[in-house]
């Protein structure tokens, strides 16, 4: 990678691994010595928000979803770059004008884009992964029990199919789902490439 300056956006619905997904790559780089930092938008919109969170799916926890992510793009994700490091943000990016801002903050820094699409798991598969994790700020707490994460969780997915189904031309990688090794040396892979089509 030498000088080049990279955002890394890891995309895709919730229970996915993005953060997993994340912290491997953070750990892998900084073994190159390049200084990276994760953003995760549940942990970003937790911190900034405490307690104040309104039901899930509601107008209000919507609006502040939506103040996270501008918070990120527009100042956590330029200060990282700007101060030498590597901002690797994992957020569902379930909207398909996130791509557009990513590139938007890669033009303006200039910088190189590497965006990771994660594959959607079934719903038995994140409703385990719900019930194995005590530690993430994921809004994803139990969708067997609580209807509304579930319709949550299965809005985020068929947006995300459709932002990026098919038609969507734009350079990516879409990682399918397997360990956290195997999905970590995919994507080391494709960070360091330098055959990537930026776009930009």
């Not at 959607?120 to 809004?139: L, P």
């Amino acid at each position: 990678m030498g000088h080049i300056r990279l955002q890394i956006q890891i995309a895709g619905a919730p229970r996915t691994g993005k953060t997993t997904l994340a912290r491997n790559i953070q750990k892998r780089l900084q073994e190159l010595e390049h200084r990276c930092v994760v953003v995760d938008v549940d942990e970003t919109r937790t911190r900034v928000f405490r307690n104040d969170e309104p039901p899930l799916g509601s107008q209000l926890q919507k609006l502040m979803q939506s103040w996270t992510y501008n918070a990120v793009f527009g100042l956590r994700i330029p200060d990282i770059l700007a101060g030498g490091g590597v901002p690797i943000f994992a957020a569902t990016h379930a909207h398909p004008e996130s791509y557009g801002r990513a590139e938007s903050v890669a033009r303006d820094m200039n910088s190189e884009l590497r965006f990771i699409i994660l594959e959607t798991t079934t719903f038995e598969e994140m409703a385990r992964r719900c019930r194995d994790d005590g530690e993430s700020h994921s809004d994803m707490h139990d969708p067997v029990a609580h209807p509304a994460e579930r319709e949550n969780w299965e809005d985020i997915s068929s947006r995300i199919r459709s932002a990026y189904g098919p038609d969507f031309k734009k350079p990516c990688l879409r990682l399918t789902q397997g360990t956290p090794e195997e999905m970590a040396e995919t994507t080391l892979r494709y960070i360091l490439s330098t055959n990537v089509d930026k776009q930009l």
